[in-house]
């Protein structure tokens, strides 16, 4: 194993309206991410993918394997993406690999890990999104779980300080349970990100919420207007916007 391929635990974290359909949700959020700040120009943008790996998630990792590619794809087109994994699963478990820009070795990564069940640890993946950010720039955070199972403060007063280190959080989340909904929608408006929700099994809506956060960790809001006119996807999304 590489010294990129190496996981790192990840310490814990410090204690400190009516549902849309999926589509017109996934619209709202390309639109909040057009309106953020550009994300800066230059190196390959830092995004840090954060997947629930409780095990009950088995079927959205094995999704989110297939399409990272197109995270990375669609950043080589602007800048390029360098991407950490972090991961939670079991009895306290919480992993993070190191900065890697190669697909094929992220998908190898990947594709050896199995979900376990245990309990949520979100506040330890904002943890160490703050760590990095102090340390290196970080871009963006993208989470994708369906499930929350901790202290809302403590989270909201991590997700703060991320806001305050300009990381928005883009959280991505499967299903409606309607408390999920207000955890990750409070972190994503104080991290100054973009809450969504995708259909149960979805790999079309996961594919294009995860090339627009690349494109926005690569290149910022231009990027992401230029995928709209580049991609049929995007294209119709932004269509359905009011």
């Known amino acids: 194993m590489t010294s990129d391929d190496r996981q790192k635990p990840v310490s814990s974290a410090s204690k400190t309206p009516a549902a849309q359909s999926s589509s017109a ?3 709202d959020f390309l639109q909040q991410v057009k309106a953020l700040g550009p994300a ?5 943008g830092r995004l840090i993918f954060a997947l629930d790996a409780t095990l009950s998630r088995q079927p959205t990792w094995d999704m989110a394997c297939a399409l990272q590619a197109d995270m990375f794809n669609e950043a080589a087109k602007i800048g390029g993406l360098a991407m950490r994994l972090i ?11 190191g900065w890697l820009t190669d697909t094929a070795k992220l998908a190898r990564l990947m594709g050896r890990i199995t979900c376990a069940g245990g309990h949520t640890q979100i506040g330890r993946v904002l943890s160490d999104a703050r760590r990095e950010a102090s340390a290196s720039s970080v871009r963006a955070l993208v ?7 901790e202290d809302i403060d403590a ?16 959280m991505f989340q499967e ?3 309607a408390a999920v ?3 990750f929608r409070e972190i994503a408006r104080l991290t100054g990100g973009a809450w969504c929700r995708f259909d149960p099994g979805s790999a079309a809506q996961l594919r294009d919420l995860l090339r627009a956060a ?3 960790a690569a290149g910022g809001r231009e990027a992401l207007k230029r995928l709209a006119t580049g991609s049929a996807g995007a294209t119709h999304l932004l269509g359905q916007m009011r």
């Open 25 to 27: 949700a996934i619209a």
């Open 87 to 97: 991961y939670y699963r079991g009895r306290n478990e919480c992993r993070a690999t």
């Open 175 to 177: 299903g409606r349970d």
């Open 214 to 216: 690349a494109a926005y």
């Open 155 to 170: 989270l909201c007063a991590t997700a703060g300080e991320l806001g305050l280190l300009k990381v928005p959080c883009f």
């Open 40 to 44: 800066g120009n230059g190196a390959s």
């Open 143 to 149: 989470f994708v779980g369906d499930a929350m199972e």
């Open 181 to 183: 909904e207000h955890a």
